[in-house]
Nanobody, 122 residues
Framework: QVQLVESGGGLVQAGGSLRLSCASSGRTVSSYAMGWFRQAPGKEREFVAAINWSGGNTYYADSVKGRFAISRDNAKNTVYLQMNSLKPEDTAVYYC???????????????WGQGTQVTVSS
């Protein structure tokens, strides 16, 4: 079993930045792919970013490419999502996820956190 706890959400003005963190525990999470999804009000949950176990490969949704950066610190069992140039359309609940591979994670992640709210005001 893997437990995921997100933090770092909040209210920010358009053009601002936030960094989300996800602390993981349980099984050997350093060998898992990690990622982020988001869900805006009235919309389906969507993939945001993923990173493989070593941090050597990253993947992004087109909507955040060039503005968001995912990274991980396996010594701390933590994954980060640095969000820059935020837009009102980035407003959503952001969920941390984990799975054995980035391929699996992007399609149907097994482990999910409770989510953290990000609100971008115009």
């Amino acid at each position: 079993q893997v437990q995921l706890v997100e933090s770092g959400g909040g209210l920010v003005q358009a053009g601002g930045s936030l960094r989300l963190s996800c602390a993981s525990s349980g099984r050997t999470v350093s060998s898992y792919a990690m990622g982020w999804f988001r869900q805006a009000p009235g919309k389906e949950r969507e993939f945001v970013a993923a990173i493989n176990w070593s941090g050597g490969n990253t993947y992004y949704a087109d909507s955040v490419k060039g503005r968001f950066a995912i990274s991980r610190d396996n010594a701390k069992n933590t994954v980060y999502l640095q969000m820059n140039s935020l837009k009102p359309e980035d407003t959503a609940v952001y969920y941390c996820t984990a799975d054995t591979t980035t391929w699996n994670l992007r399609r149907n992640a097994v482990y999910w956190g409770q989510g953290t709210q990000v609100t971008v005001s115009s």
